[in-house]
């Protein structure tokens, strides 16, 4: 695991809050010093990569002694993985909220699009891939990485499940809720990838393969909203 370049003069042991100014009176509020850091080290990993974070660079622009960053988080990747968990909390109960919502799974599938163009937009699509890469040099970092991947993936799982139940689809038994899952959060992960590094072209050819399933769901949502058919048999009856 990686240690962020800082001073050695405060131990995370001892836990004793550094000033530039020991004289000072004044004790920096925590939560929102902290909580200044890790919008700082958000902007900086979503903009200038895991590689290159520094945390002199965040220190200044979140306008603190940069000590402070390793009083609160101690490490590097202490640091990221806080970042991510800050962030990921809410999204992932955006998007649980999202599901377990009345509506049609066509119009949820359009606004996880819609919540896509905002994370991509917002720096996070970029963080998360610096750390995904990152992950795979670093079995400290990618330790606590991959629960928090596979606990999006799980909330995809389980609006699967809820899918094939609702539409109750005549499928080939290997197109089981988990690999189907498996599928589109693949899929949606390489997505993000090809997006980062290919811009609007891959964009394009995304738009497409999303478009079709967003067709897809709509008949489908269609087909299980018809009422059930009545057996021929039953539905005439002779006669007398």
Known sequence: MSVLPVKKSISPRRRTAPTSQPDRLQVPDPIDTRTRILAAAFRCLSTQGYAALSAREIARDAGVNHALINYYFGTKDQLVIAVLDAANQHLLQRQREMYAAPGRFAEKWAQ???FYEDDVNSGFVRLQAELYAAS???????EQFVPRITAWKQVVLEA???ALQTYAVDLPPAFTADALASLISEFWLGMEFARLIGGDVEKARHDQALDAVQQLLTALDLAAARPARTPLAKARQPKG
Do not use: C, H, I, T
Request: charged content about 30%.
């Open 112 to 114: 996880a699009r819609a």
């Open 136 to 142: 795979l040099s670093n079995p400290g970092l990618r």
């Open 160 to 162: 699967v499940r809820e």
